[in-house]
């Protein structure tokens, strides 16, 4: 009906719920293996370089993971269709942002974040193109950038001190991630705790 807001039917939440959850725990389990990797790099009971894939690994998992759940509230196509014009990805998006509390200025609506999953290859290429001059270095923990003076390259990093996670010239400060993506999880398990179903 026109001028009908938009809903999500009460038995279709669920698969949003267990679609999302699917992203919120993935980006848990990499971010619990990461804090046990860091605090051990900390106390310095093991070498940052002897773990350097496996905390990588974690850190841009739950990037991706963060970029796949910021879709939900911000889909990359409104989703027109027919002669009607709807809007269904768009008004979804706005829905879902109302009961989860999502606004603009969450991190999960970061576009530089959202791109760099999306359009990672794409990213690669141009990143490539641009020639490679100096040191390279696919994979590093640092405590805070570094600068010799001397050109060079890094795939992938970690700052500890910061807390950033780099990816291709590109740096995001993890912990505002980690508690948005946790306030979304813990209304995503009271949602699926009460029957599959959005509450307040």
């Given at each position: 009906?026109?001028?009908?807001?938009?809903s999500?039917?009460?038995?279709?939440?669920?698969?949003?719920?267990?679609?999302?959850?699917?992203?919120?725990?993935?980006?848990?389990?990499?971010?619990?293996i990461?804090?046990?990797?860091?605090?051990?790099?900390?106390?310095?009971?093991?070498?940052?370089q002897?773990?350097?894939?496996?905390?990588?690994?974690?850190?841009?998992?739950?990037?991706?993971?963060?970029?796949?759940?910021?879709?939900?509230?911000?889909?990359?196509?409104?989703?027109?269709?027919?002669?009607?014009?709807?809007?269904?990805?768009?008004?979804?998006?706005?829905?879902?942002?109302?009961i989860?509390?999502?606004?603009?200025?969450?991190?999960?609506?970061?576009?530089?974040?959202?791109?760099?999953?999306?359009?990672?290859?794409?990213?690669?290429?141009?990143?490539?193109?641009?020639?490679?001059?100096?040191?390279?270095?696919p994979?590093?923990?640092?405590?805070?950038?570094?600068?010799?003076?001397?050109?060079?390259?890094?795939?992938?990093?970690?700052?500890?001190?910061?807390?950033?996670?780099?990816?291709?010239?590109?740096?995001?400060?993890?912990?505002?991630?980690?508690?948005?993506?946790?306030?979304?999880?813990?209304?995503?398990?009271?949602?699926?705790?009460?029957?599959?179903?959005?509450?307040?």
């Open positions: 009906m026109e001028g009908e807001e938009f999500i039917w009460k038995p279709y939440e669920a698969f949003y719920i267990q679609s999302m959850l699917f992203n919120t725990t993935s980006a848990f389990q990499s971010c619990s990461a804090e046990k990797i860091i605090e051990k790099i900390l106390i310095e009971e093991i070498d940052p002897e773990k350097t894939s496996l905390l990588l690994d974690c850190l841009q998992n739950l990037i991706n993971q963060s970029g796949a759940i910021s879709r939900y509230f911000s889909p990359s196509r409104d989703g027109v269709k027919g002669a009607e014009g709807k809007t269904i990805h768009r008004d979804r998006g706005q829905y879902l942002s109302k989860f509390g999502v606004k603009g200025d969450s991190p999960l609506m970061n576009r530089a974040l959202r791109n760099s999953i999306e359009h990672f290859d794409e990213r690669l290429d141009l990143y490539l193109q641009e020639g490679i001059v100096g040191f390279i270095f994979s590093l923990i640092l405590a805070e950038p570094e600068d010799s003076g001397v050109p060079h390259h890094i795939f992938r990093a970690y700052y500890l001190k910061e807390g950033i996670f780099q990816v291709l010239g590109e740096r995001y400060e993890i912990q505002p991630i980690v508690d948005e993506l946790a306030r979304i999880h813990d209304l995503l398990v009271r949602f699926d705790g009460s029957g599959g179903v959005f509450r307040s």
